[in-house]
């Protein structure tokens, strides 16, 4: 299989070089990274920064340049030109325009109460990821019955981490398809007065580290508004039934079925977003090591 990276190199040493004549078609019916960008921005119908986005009515984030913030329905329009299924609850997505790292995340929020972090200091890595394997092979059971690749939960990207000074809990985990394929599925949860909002990065392994600043940065400019900050918390409250580490288990994401990076992307490109056709379909097939799939595949899934 051909990394990202790999990919991504392979394409750029080739314009270095003086290309034959095989070489020069080639590259002409393979769109670049920047034509991929802007398939999921006009998908997304995408603003680019800087700018404030809303994220429903509790929260707002700030949209620096080289970054685009898509709303609600835009984010939905996102999930639904990726083959998921529109998922109501999310709130607003930010979407990378910069080449040298493709990547989106999506906000989505879960009125569950105050999420008291009195575990903050004592997150077992070693059994929070023996249950999330065990959440694993339960949506590789449902994933056979419906014709899709199995993931295996490799391990932590990053093991769970609570900072109390920003009241955000992140963790990451490395998955590979059964079809060859990896992809890095990196949570954080940033917790307030009424519950707790998801940000979910989708992102490629070998794009995470020269994407993690620019997502870092977008986080710290992301604020609950007034009245529902982590701090603003008032006796008589809705508190939370579960704490921190049930947080990483129930948002592991494998038994409600949501793709990765990979199957994400892939189905964008099957269901032809751009029209921009077989040259977009053969570039991403380099770019993952995906086979396609006929068009008597599976089922779109739920996000």
């Known amino acids: 299989m051909l990394s990202v ?3 991504c190199s392979f394409l750029l ?11 020069s078609q080639k590259a002409a019916q393979e769109p670049s990274r920047a034509e991929m960008l802007q398939v999921l921005s006009e998908a997304a119908n995408a603003k680019p920064g800087p700018l404030t986005g809303a994220i429903g009515r509790l929260a707002e984030v700030a949209v620096p340049e080289g970054l685009a913030y898509a709303d609600a329905e835009g984010a939905r ?9 529109p998922d109501d609850s999310v709130l607003a997505g930010v979407l990378s325009l910069r080449e040298e790292s493709d990547w989106f995340v999506l906000f989505s929020f879960d009125e569950s109460g105050y999420v008291k972090d009195e575990e903050k200091d004592e997150l077992d890595a070693d059994d929070l990821l023996d249950k999330l394997r065990e959440g694993n092979e339960q949506g590789n059971a449902i994933r056979k019955e419906r014709g899709l690749d199995t993931l295996e939960l490799v ?3 990053k093991e769970p981490f609570y900072d109390p000074k920003t009241n955000n809990l992140t963790w990451g985990t490395r998955i590979k398809s059964s079809a060859g394929g990896e992809s890095v599925n990196w949570q954080v949860r940033l917790l307030g007065r009424r519950g707790v909002m998801s940000a979910e990065l989708v992102i490629a392994p070998q794009d995470l580290q020269a994407g993690l600043p620019s997502f870092d940065a977008l986080l710290a400019g992301y604020s609950f508004k007034e009245g529902h900050k982590y701090a603003e918390f008032r006796s008589g409250d809705k508190i939370a039934e579960y704490g921190l580490g049930a947080l990483v288990v129930g ?9 990765g990076f990979f199957s994400k992307f892939w189905k964008l490109i099957l269901v032809g977003v751009a029209a921009m056709g077989a040259a977009i379909k053969n570039f991403w097939s380099k770019l993952f090591g995906k086979k396609e799939r006929d068009a008597g595949g599976p089922p779109p899934l739920q996000g």
């Open 77 to 85: 329009n996102l999930l639904a030109a990726t083959g998921n299924l």
């Open 5 to 7: 990276l790999a990919a």
């Open 251 to 259: 948002g592991a994401g494998f038994a409600a079925l949501k793709l």
């Open 13 to 23: 040493a080739s314009s270095q070089e003086a290309p034959t004549p095989d070489a």
């Open 155 to 157: 391990g932590w990207e």
